[in-house]
T-cell receptor, first 112, second 111 residues
Framework: SQKIEQNSEALNIQEGKTATLTCNYT??????LQWYRQDPGRGPVFLLL?????KEKRKERLKVTFDTTLKQSLFHITASQPADSATYLC???????????FGPGTRLSVLP | DTEVTQTPKHLVMGMTNKKSLKCEQH?????MYWYKQKAKKPPELMFV???????INESVPSRFSPECPNSSLLNLHLHALQPEDSALYLC??????????FGPGTRLTVL
């Protein structure tokens, strides 16, 4: 069966450092992978999407990589700020975006 | 308008009640989704509508009944729920193959 893992349930880092979150998957061949941010009691908010034929995507302080051989995505937040503290979810989808599965999430805390 | 709205924000119901959750989007998206999220867990996909037709039902119990009256609206009808059905219910929409836009959710408590 499909399985998605994110490197840790919780991650604490110091303000200004780079946060690196990992998403690994098995028994899945996604057409694309997405990262979302979720704050407590609110719906997830889309951050970045990377397709299976892309290696890297960037958006402001965010960077995502996608290695379909390793079945892994890395998500980086550079120059982290306390406002970046949230739960980050990776999600896999097929070409039609319908077989949509979220990973368990990593709760990031950026300490001042 | 890049917003997905959901009503109500909170709902408390007994196990014999019938209630409905509503979701609306005006972004012209053709896919709409219902998710269930328990505390400290990721959202779990329940239903997918594509072009107003139910395309995915992830083995959800029949006490949950989705409805898509038109391309902008999505309902989730609830009947004879159990206390373990208490959760945050999220609606989302997207164009196929792109990011999903989520609503703020309905916090459901079943007594």
């Amino acid at each position: 069966s499909q399985k998605i893992e994110q490197n840790s349930e919780a991650l604490n880092i110091q303000e200004g450092k780079t946060a690196t979150l990992t998403c690994n998957y098995t028994n899945y061949s996604p057409a694309y992978l997405q990262w979302y941010r979720q704050d407590p009691g609110r719906g997830p908010v889309f951050l970045l999407l990377i397709r299976e034929n892309e290696k890297e995507k960037r958006k402001e302080r965010l960077k995502v990589t996608f290695d379909t051989t390793l079945k892994q995505s890395l998500f980086h937040i550079t120059a982290s700020q306390p406002a970046d503290s949230a739960t980050y979810l990776c999600a896999l989808a097929d070409n039609y975006g319908q077989n949509f599965v979220f990973g368990p999430g990593t709760r990031l805390s950026v300490l001042p | 308008d890049t917003e997905v709205t959901q009503t109500p924000k909170h709902l408390v119901m007994g196990m014999t009640n019938k209630k409905s959750l509503k979701c609306e989007q005006h972004m012209g998206h053709r896919a709409m989704y219902w998710y269930k999220q328990k505390a400290k867990k990721p959202p779990e996909l329940m239903f997918v509508y594509s072009y107003e037709k139910l395309s995915i039902n992830e083995s959800v119990p029949s006490r949950f009944s989705p409805e898509c009256p038109n391309s902008s609206l999505l309902n989730l009808h609830l009947h004879a729920l159990q206390p373990e059905d208490s959760a945050l219910y999220l609606c989302a929409s997207s164009q196929e193959g792109t990011e999903q836009f989520f609503g703020p959710g309905t916090r459901l408590t079943v007594l």
